[in-house]
């Protein structure tokens, strides 16, 4: 047994406790005491944390851990050998591990081998949910075709299926193609983005409504949940009353604010992904550039009208493609766009643990979860950004193995 002792407490649910001690027995938190210290077995090693702030390990609900850039050639695999790639995303994963991050969800590119890899203790990482591709129709937001319509004659990675799907019957099937090549959950899009192709704009719709009820309906019977890449306009509305699991971007909600209730009622997640518009604003294509700016302000109001009506908000960096090991960035975000610290903590562990359905196990420090812990030498509901690249983070223990120890 572990008891870490002396800890300020960020619980993941809302708690804060000056002068906490958290036991930890095996894989998982055997105890969690607020007010003494006196319970501490005999024979446990004591982790003095003493000016240390104890959260869970943190959550990333939508990151690309297998993207390096949005180039075509990148998106072809054809940059470097795969076996050159594996390796540079195994580093990713570590170097996310260590900033803080025991589970991330990626949103699409990674292939199941290396949540398998990460899960049997062959590379270091978070613990990974997959989707594999992005399932759209032809010319979607997943169909990683040249500018003039031509496909890469052969999938750069046998792991990662062909997403496109035309039709509900073939979109059905692709649902099963990708759940059988090992995905935990299934990603879509029905509306353009900031890195889409011209002509697909983020208010673009590019899905029949039959092809996304197919989707939903044969990932709901696999119980997996539904990704859904929507920005803006009849996409967005579309995604919500069809009933996708989450949102992802939203970034024009602000324009149609009667789908926020309905958002509340089917218990759809937010997943803002502030984050990559700060990168495509940056250093995008210039049609990405563009569409990213004219976004922002919608985008910051759909958060608040989102946080007023009571619709579950949780990060999602979406960043991979730019950057990779600073997914505390969200959290800022949230914060500079109105939420609380606190909020947005919980919004990092808690409830990003109910997004992926996994609260039962992680999310939380509290008996019975797994214990993933981090202990981090700043108080972040001060200042959230010391969150940032991990650079405040001392200690990580995923699944009660210690993988930081800078105490
Ligand atoms: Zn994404």
Redesign the pocket.
Known sequence: MIAITNVRLIDGKGGLFEDATVIVDGADIYDVSTTDAGQIPAGAQIIDGNGMTMLPGLIDC???LASMGYGLADKWGLTEPLSQRHLRIASVLKQTLETGYTTVRD??GLDAGFRMAVDEGLVPGPNLQVVLD?ITPTGGIGDHASPSGYHHPAPPNPSLPNSVADGPTAARAKVREMILGGADAI?TGTTGGASSRPGLGPKDLHMGRDELEAIVDEAHAHRKRVMC?ALGGPGLRMAVEVGVDSI??GTHLDEDPDILPLMVENDVFYIP?FS?YIYHRAQGTPHGRARSEELLEHHVKSLQMAMEAGVKIVT?T?A?GWVHGNNAQEISCLVGAGMSPMEAIISATGRAAKCLGLDDRIGAVETGKSANLILVDSNPLDDVTTLEEGRSVRFVMKGGETVVDML
């Open positions: 939508h990151d690309h949103g699409g992005i990603k890449h992802e971007h992904t990559v999602g979406d991979g």
